[in-house]
Nanobody, 125 residues
Framework: QVQLVESGGGSVQAGGSLRLSCAGS????????MGWFRQAPGKEREGVAA???????SFADSVRGRFTISKDNAKNTLFLQMNSLKPEDSAMYYC???????????????????WGQGTQVTVSS
């Protein structure tokens, strides 16, 4: 049974940083493409960053240059380092695994098979 558990969310002032983690279990972590998504109230869930099994990364334009995605296959953990945070980055952040397409970019929520419960990020101005 695939499980994804996010952690690291919280409240921070604009310009600050947070590091999200996603611990995966129940599957061969290193072989799955994974991603981070976010959803603000009243908005669609949008892709933020993705990392393929070979380590190649993709980012949404809104976060490129501020966010970094990485993974530790030995610890079955996915990370999202978020710097220079803005109030518009406030959202519930979700970890996703098992991308079912080979499309370029972060992809849409429909392309991922497994999801965590989310961790809240709030950025105040």
């Amino acid at each position: 049974q695939v499980q994804l558990v996010e952690s690291g969310g919280g409240s921070v002032q604009a310009g600050g940083s947070l590091r999200l983690s996603c611990a995966g279990s129940g599957y061969t972590f290193s072989t799955y493409s994974m991603g981070w998504f976010r959803q603000a109230p009243g908005k669609e869930r949008e892709g933020v960053a993705a990392i393929d099994s070979d380590g190649s990364t993709s980012f949404a334009d809104s976060v490129r240059g501020r966010f970094t995605i990485s993974k530790d296959n030995a610890k079955n953990t996915l990370f999202l380092q978020m710097n220079s945070l803005k109030p518009e980055d406030s959202a519930m952040y979700y970890c996703a695994a098992g991308r079912m397409t080979t499309n370029q970019g972060v992809g849409t929520k429909y392309e991922y098979a497994y999801w965590g419960q989310g961790t809240q990020v709030t950025v105040s101005s």
